[in-house]
C-alpha cells in the first residue's frame, strides 16, 4: 500500500482541524434505496501497478461506473437511483475529512479504500472498525458508498462468473482475423465515430428491419446498469458489465466463452486486435474499468495479457471506449471528482481528464495528453484546514476519433472544476498522434466551473462564484465527410447545439446550429433538449440524440435540419428521451429511449419503421433473472443480420436499470 499521507505531506499542508472528520456535509445524503442483492464475500481486488515516482499525487481513492459521457450531478442526487454512482457524495462529504487526511493517522488511504470489496467496506460501516461513522447513516448510504468506493455493486462477485452459467458454449474454436468478417469493433464500427455499418457489415436492409424479432436475451448477473455497448468481432460478442466482469459471448446463440473479472464497474465498448509476436496471430480484446484500470484479454480465452492503470487519481476512470490504431491503444481518462467537491471537507481539485496512448502489446504508456497541462497546485487553506488546489477538471467521456489524414487524435472534453475555466474545457481538443502535443483546440462552452455540493450555505471555499452550466462535451468528434466533399468534425453541447469544425483548418469553426430552435451559443438550460452521447453519420446526413428534443437529422455540410424524429406516445415506463448515441445502416436509423423503447426510422425522413420495448423481464439464456430498463449513451450495434443492445441505464434521472443485453434478428 502507498503511503496514504504522501501527496499533502509532499505538498507541506499543515493543518487540518478534526472537527472536518464530523463532515455532516448537507449534499451528503444520497438519493433513496433500491433493492439490492445480499452481500457475500468478495475477493480483495489486486493492488494496481504503481507507476514509478508519481507527480503530486492526488488525495484519495474511488471509481465508479458508466458508459461514456459527463455527469449531471443534479439527477444523480436528485431522485432513487441503483447503480454505483451516486455514494461519491457520502464519500466527499463523510469520509474524506478523515481518509486522506494526514492528521488522522492509520485511516487508510482512498486509494487503500478504493481497492477493497464493496462488502469489506459496507461491514465496515455496519459491524466493523466504522461503525461509528456509519451509524448516523441510511443503509442506503452505506451502501451506496461501499459501492461507488469499489465500483461494483454489493454481491457481484462471485454471482457473475461464466463458470457457473448453464449455457457455456460447447466448444471455442479458433477467433478469425477480426478484419476479415463484419463486426463492429469498440465504440464506432470505424475509427471516425460515425457509428455507421456498411451494408455488407449490417446484413440488414431497411426491408428487412421491421421483421426483427428477439433471438436471445444475456442477463448480467447483479448487474443494475447494463450500459457498456457490446462489440461484435469475428462472429462473438465482448462486453462489459457493472459487476466487474467482461464477457465473450457466441453472437448466434448468446453461448458464453468466457468471463474475466475486473472487480470494478466497465461501462465501456472493448476494441480487439492482433497482439504482435505470434503465428499464427493471436488477438486482445482492450477495455478499461471504474478504477481507470485497462486491460488487454487474449479475446479467444480471456486470460489476462496485461494491465496497467491509466491515471492515479482515486476518482479517475474509464468511461468510454479506447481506440486502436496501429498498435496503439487510446485511452480516455474521466472523473467523478466534481459529483460533490463543493462540500468543504473535500480538497478541492485535482483530477484532470486525459488521453493515455499505450502500447496494445505491452501496455507501457506512449504518451498522456491532459486536458488541462498544468499540474494542481495548492493556492489557499480554508479555515477547516483543508486545502484547496487547482488547477482541475476536464474529463474525457468520450471515444476518441482518429483522424489518419492529419495524423491527429480528437476527444470531446469537459467542464473545469477550478476558475478560471482553462480554454480546453467543454470543446474539442486535437493532439498529435504520435506524440500527444496538442494541436488545436475549440471550446464550445465558456467560464463553465462546475461541481456538485455548491449549492448550499456551507459550502467550499472552492465553489466557483458562478456556477457554471455542467456543459461537458461527452460525445465522440464526428469525423465525416459531407456530399459536397468536404470533411467536417462535428459535435454536440448540452444545450442541443451542433458544431462542425473544419479539421483541415485548424478546428476552425465552420457553423454552430441549434435543431432544437433554440438560439446557438446560449447558456444550456437545463431540461430542454441535450445532446451527450453523440451522433451517427452515413454519406448524407449526421444524426443527433437530442434527448426530451428527440432526433435530428441534419445536412453536414449546412448543418441544416433535414427532419426530426419524436416518438409518439410515452410507454408506461415514462416519457420518452432520445440521448442515447444513435446508429445507422443504410436507410435506416436506430435511437434508444430512456423508456427502454428501441426504434429503428427510415434515414431518408425519420418515419418509423419498427419498435420494441426493452423495458420488461426476459427469459435469458444463462437463466438469471433479466430485466430491461433505460437505453441511454450507448446505442444498438448491427452485424451480421443481428441488432445488439443493452438495456438498463441506473445513473441519469428519468432513467431506469436493468442488466439486459439484447440480440434480435430476422430469422
Ligand atoms: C473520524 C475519521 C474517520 C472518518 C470520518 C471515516 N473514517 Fe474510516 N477509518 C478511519 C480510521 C482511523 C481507520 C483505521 C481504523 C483502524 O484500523 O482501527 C478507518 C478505517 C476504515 C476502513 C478499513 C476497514 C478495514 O476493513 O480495514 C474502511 C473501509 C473505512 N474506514 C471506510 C470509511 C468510510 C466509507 C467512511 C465514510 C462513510 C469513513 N471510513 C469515515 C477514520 C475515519
Known sequence: MRNPHSFRAALGVATFVLSACAGNGPAGAPPAPNARPAASAAPAQPAAPTPAAAPARPPAAAGASREAAPPDPAAIFGGPQPGTEFGIATWETQCSSCHGNPKVERAPSPDAIRMMPPERIYTALTTG?????????????????????????????????????????????????????PAWNGWSADESNRR?????????????????????AFGFPAGVSANAQPTLVSGRVFVGSDNGFFYSLDAQTGCVYWSFEAGSTIRNSGVVGAVSGHTPARYAVYFGD?????????????????QTRADEHFVARITAGAKLYRGKLFVPVSSSEEFS???????????????????ASTGKQIWKAYVIPEEPKPYKTMANGVVLYKPAGGAVWNSPTIDPAKNAVYFGTGDATTAPAPKTTDGFMAVDLDTGKMLWSYQATEDDVFMGGCNVPNKSEACP?????????????????????????LGGTK?????????????????RVNPSGATPGEDPRRGGASIVWGGAADSTHVYYGMGSGGLAALDPATGATVWKFQPKAPNANGTSALGAAPTTIPGVVFTGSTNGMLYAVSAADGKEIWSFDTSKTFDAVNKVPTHGGAIASSGAVVVGGMVFVGSGYAVSSGASGGNALLAFSVR
Request: net charge positive; with cysteine.
Open 129 to 181: 472498525v466504522m461503525q461509528a461513522q456509519g451509524a448516523p447513516m441510511t443503509d442506503v448510504q452505506k451502501r451506496g458508498v461501499a459501492e461507488f468506493m469499489s465500483g461494483r455493486p454489493l454481491g457481484s462477485a462471485n454471482a457473475g462468473a461464466a463458470s457457473s452459467m448453464p449455457n457455456r458454449c460447447a466448444s471455442n474454436p479458433p477467433i478469425a482475423d477480426p478484419a476479415a468478417a
Open 196 to 216: 455507421a455499418q456498411s451494408a455488407r457489415g449490417a446484413g440488414l436492409t431497411a426491408a428487412d428491419v421491421p421483421k426483427l424479432k428477439l433471438k436471445w
Open 290 to 306: 471504474a478504477r481507470a484500470m485497462v486491460y488487454a484479454l487474449d479475446a479467444q480465452t480471456g486470460a489476462l495479457l496485461w
Open 341 to 359: 467537491s463543493g462540500n468543504p471537507g473535500y480538497p478541492c481539485c485535482t483530477s484532470r481528464g486525459s488521453v493515455v496512448a499505450l502500447d
Open 465 to 489: 462564484e458562478k456556477l457554471g452550466p455542467d456543459a461537458d462535451i461527452g460525445n465522440s468528434p464526428i469525423l465525416t465527410t459531407a456530399p459536397n466533399g468536404k470533411r467536417v468534425l
Open 495 to 511: 444545450a442541443a447545439d451542433v458544431f462542425a469544425l473544419d479539421p483541415d483548418r485548424g478546428g476552425a469553426l465552420l457553423y
